[in-house]
DNA sequence: CTGAAAGCGCTAACAT
DNA sequence: ATGTTAGCGCTTTCAG
């Protein structure tokens, strides 16, 4: 093996000290005396060391990495989740560990069979795919974002059983007879069906019939549209879409003007999300916004709780949404 | 320390061998005997247990993981850019350490600090900051993407003078006699600027004032808004404008609309970029698309060469635009 | 086909 | 105030 060029060993060499001494001197701990700080820092820079992180965390056992387990970066949502949680992670000193599952299973295990071997402190996980046991079977402090993992693992979402109902009373008050709705197919156990379920339960309360489009989120553009194409065909009376997420709210109206219909004259829209992204891209989009920022945050303290060892109790966290006013609805 | 709970000596101690029997059994190395092999899966399993890559990262010298130094994940550009580079890297074998130096200086110099003492095997960075002596000093495997830093790290970019000039020529074709342009500050030194200068150069060979306001990365989102309002306070008489960003495109056609302004009828507007979820959600935009795909997959080339040890001298790449024709120009 | 021993670069008892 | 020594968990020469 090739050794690394300058290490602290010669650092104790040039200064003439030992290597506890200019450890010392690298971490501020113990009695030193100032000429002997000055001699070691001289001659640290006389040979440009520099510290070698990984044998620091092989001895420490703990590298101030934390896993960041999502389907994709590509996205207004995990785009300003991510970018978040780094920022708060980075303020408690750990950097991250990107692992875009691409929600490919395959991909999703052999992130965690890596991460999982000391190769992070903690986990903070979305992805989309169940029954990976991996999960269960680990010590590693884990938290879950929108996502039901297991049950000592606990869960930060916003409160999507209410983005349901406002998103679905917005369109009943303005006068929608027949409300589509779109969400992830069943089957899929994650909060996200909890809008599902209030659509439903809404329709029902006001003897509608509910219809729920089953869209992939990992789909191709392409797929999707040809979906909502079949929508429009199968359903021409549609007066009104609640849409599981801005994207595919925004490829809706894009089918809505293939067709010529004038959104929100002849087709009123809702989504969900409501990230910054789309806020610029799309500002004219009705939305559920979901507290991106403080679920980023949340999740974060709750993993450095966990890090630092006191057991909750799977302190599952929901935090409220709120409607955001465009004019598509 | 705190020992880690089962380790290869563990296993080897069930299993009745030596812990090289086991490495090699885990490394599939040298001559085994199926019995032997069998013995040691078997305690592996029996003892739940998990090689600890830190110790081996440090036994190799090499890490498997590349950094990335972007601003921020939470942007069409950067997001694909990061999604995709990803991806490539995961292909070959490397996992991505995030470093989202959201433009601060300062970030950006304690990333690379970390990042340059062993923690990654490469680098691929596009941050904004300049002056940064860190990269020039370490030996580690650099690659740029559309920013320049030192004469001996490779840049891939994209073609941005020859986007700048379909940009302009699109809006001199459409009738434009007003066109404004949108860039980075001056003095930061980017291939960004090349777009600019496309746009100075043409407008100066048809006999036109070229106009640019300066609009910074990182500002906020009221901050561009309210630089985009003095735009049109300032010149009521634009007519055609070539942002440098399909985001600042849409903020400024939100300004438009504020101001009663039709597009394309009284305002075109051609934007930068093209990333995939802009043209999700703003498809009606016209706008030189990069070719964001294939710089990831180059850069990662590029790295990999490097890590491999292959002497590159500079070799800097450019790559193809192309004009997605939307409806706003 | 298998094992003993040295070492990757750093830290921390324990001594002095 | 500083040095000696023994690891952190793994891999690999080298010897058998």
Aim: charged share 25%; aromatic share 6%; glycine share 6%.
């Amino acid at each position: 093996m090739k050794k690394q060029s300058v290490k602290l060993e010669d650092v104790a060499a040039l200064a003439g000290v030992s290597k506890t001494t200019v450890s010392r001197v690298l971490n501020n701990r113990g009695y030193l005396s100032q000429a002997t700080i000055d001699k070691v820092h001289q001659a640290m820079e006389e040979l440009h060391y520099r510290p070698n992180v990984i044998a620091r965390q092989l001895y420490q056992q703990r590298t101030k990495l934390v896993g960041l387990v999502f389907p994709t970066v590509d996205n207004p949502f995990f785009g300003q989740l991510e970018a978040r949680l780094d920022w708060e992670l980075y303020q408690r000193g750990y950097r991250v560990l990107m692992g875009n599952s691409q929600n490919n299973p395959k991909r999703e295990k052999e992130y965690l069979r890596q991460l999982l071997n000391g190769q992070v402190d903690g986990l903070i996980v979305g992805a989309h795919n169940q029954g990976i046991k991996q999960y269960r079977d680990t010590q590693l402090p884990i938290v879950s974002i929108e996502r039901w993992v297991s049950k000592d693992i606990p869960v930060v979402a916003a409160d999507n059983y209410a983005g349901g109902v406002l998103a679905v009373d917005r369109l009943l008050k303005d006068g929608c007879q027949h409300i589509i709705h779109t969400n992830y197919p069943h089957g899929l156990p994650s909060p996200n069906l909890e809008r599902r379920r209030a659509y439903e339960e809404l329709m029902q309360k006001h003897h509608r019939q509910s219809v729920t489009y089953e869209v992939n989120f990992d789909s191709s553009v392409d797929e999707k549209l040809a979906i909502f194409r079949r929508l429009f065909d199968e359903h021409p009376e549609v007066d009104g879409i609640f849409a599981d997420n801005d994207t595919n709210a925004s490829l809706i109206m894009q089918v809505a003007r293939e067709r010529g219909l004038k959104v929100p004259a002849d087709l009123k829209v809702v989504g969900f999300d409501g990230a910054n992204m789309t806020r610029t891209l799309l500002p004219e989009l009705t939305t559920v916004q979901q507290p991106i920022d403080r679920m980023a945050a949340t999740a974060v303290e709750l993993l450095q709780e966990r890090i630092n060892g006191k057991q909750i109790n799977n302190k599952s966290i929901q935090l409220p949404v709120k409607l955001i006013e465009g004019i598509t609805a």
